[in-house]
C-alpha cells in the first residue's frame, strides 16, 4: 500500500513566539512524500526505512507517529521516499512542510482521509517532540496544507481567521547563505517582545497584512540581529505591497503585484543570496493521491 502527499512552504506574517498567535500564508515551493506500508509476521515492532541523506529528527518521527496513529499494526514496515525543493533552516517552514507531507502520505497509504486541521495538529506536536519548534507551528502546518492566510493560537490549537490571497499578487524572495537556530533556543529573546508580538497580531486579524509584517520583521530583526530596514523601505518604493523577515529568517519575503516582482527582486542586495520570485499556492494538499 502506498501514498503520496505534496505539501508546500510558507512565508510568516506574524511569528507565533511572541504571543502564541502566529501567521502565515503558503507559497508554491513543495515537498513531497512517497511512503509505501507492509507487514512483517515475524516482526514484533515497527521499522523505519529512510534514505541516509534525508534522515533528521523530524523525518524520523513524523514517520514512526504517522505510524502509530494511522497504521498500528504489529510487523509493520514503512518505506520513505521524499523530495523537497524547500531551502532548509532559511525560516520557509520547510520541517512543517517535511512533517505534514509524510503524515499525510501515510494516512493515505494507510487508506484514511484526514482533515487538514488533524494533519496540522499531528504536525505540531511532531514539532515539538523533534525539538525543532517552541510553539508546534500550526500556522505553517496549515499553510502549507490549504491556500491563503491562517491566522491560529498555537497554543491552543485554534484557527482564529482565514483569508484568501489576492489573485494578483506573488512573492519575492531573498534568501541569504545562512541558517537560523532552532525556535526552542530563542523562546526567552522572543518572550521580551510580547509587546511588540501583539500590536503585530492585531493588525493580522483586521487583514492589515502590510502592517503585520512590518511590526513583526521588526521584532524579529531586533531578536535575530538583522538589518532590514533599508531594504525593505527599497522594495516599498519598487512596488512592495508588503515585506518582513520568515519566520526567524534570515529569509526576506516582499509580497508584490505580479507585474511589479520583477522590480522587487531587482531591489534585494547584490550579494550572493538567493533571490526569485514563487507564486502562493492556489490548490489545497488536500486534494491528493490515496492507495
Known amino acids: 500500500m502506498s501514498g503520496i502527499a505534496r505539501t508546500s512552504a510558507a512565508i510568516t506574517i506574524t511569528n507565533a513566539l511572541p504571543t502564541g498567535v502566529g501567521c502565515a500564508v503558503g507559497i508554491a515551493l513543495h515537498c513531497e512524500a512517497q511512503v509505501t506500508l507492509s507487514i512483517d509476521p515475524s516482526l514484533r515492532t515497527a521499522t523505519l526505512e529512510i534514505p541516509a541523506d534525508v534522515r533528521s529528527s523530524v523525518v524520523e518521527e513524523s514517520l514512526r507517529s504517522g505510524l502509530e496513529h494511522y497504521y498500528p499494526q504489529p510487523g509493520a514496515t514503512a518505506r520513505l521516499s ?14 512543517s512542510a517535511v512533517s505534514t507531507s509524510i503524515l499525510l502520505a501515510v494516512a493515505r497509504a494507510a487508506d484514511r482521509n484526514p482533515t487538514a486541521m488533524e494533519i496540522g495538529l499531528h504536525s505540531a506536536e511532531v514539532g515539538r517532540r523533534a525539538g525543532v519548534s517552541a510553539t508546534g507551528a500550526l500556522d505553517d502546518a496549515l499553510a502549507g496544507l490549504d491556500p491563503g492566510f491562517v491566522i491560529t493560537e498555537n497554543s491552543r490549537g485554534d484557527v482564529l481567521r482565514r483569508s484568501p490571497v489576492d489573485s494578483d499578487w506573488g512573492v519575492a ?5 545562512q541558517s537560523h537556530p532552532p525556535s526552542p533556543n530563542l523562546i526567552a529573546t522572543f518572550s521580551a517582545e510580547r509587546p511588540a508580538g501583539e500590536r503585530a497580531v492585531r493588525a493580522a486579524l483586521t487583514g492589515d497584512w502590510a502592517a503585520a509584517m512590518r511590526l513583526n520583521s521588526e521584532l524579529v530583526e531586533r531578536s535575530m540581529g538583522y538589518s532590514y530596514g533599508e531594504i525593505r523601505e527599497r522594495l516599498r518604493m519598487n512596488g512592495a505591497i508588503a515585506s518582513g523577515v520568515s519566520g526567524l529568517g534570515p529569509t526576506l519575503a516582499a509580497i508584490a503585484p505580479r507585474d511589479r516582482l520583477t522590480d522587487v527582486v531587482r531591489a534585494f542586495p547584490s550579494d550572493a543570496a538567493a533571490k526569485f520570485t514563487v507564486p502562493f499556492t492556489r490548490t489545497s494538499a488536500m486534494e491528493g493521491t490515496g492507495p
Open 173 to 177: 524572495l531573498y534568501v541569504p547563505t
Open 82 to 95: 521524499l523530495r523537497s525543493e524547500i531551502p532548509l533552516a532559511k525560516g520557509l517552514k520547510s520541517s
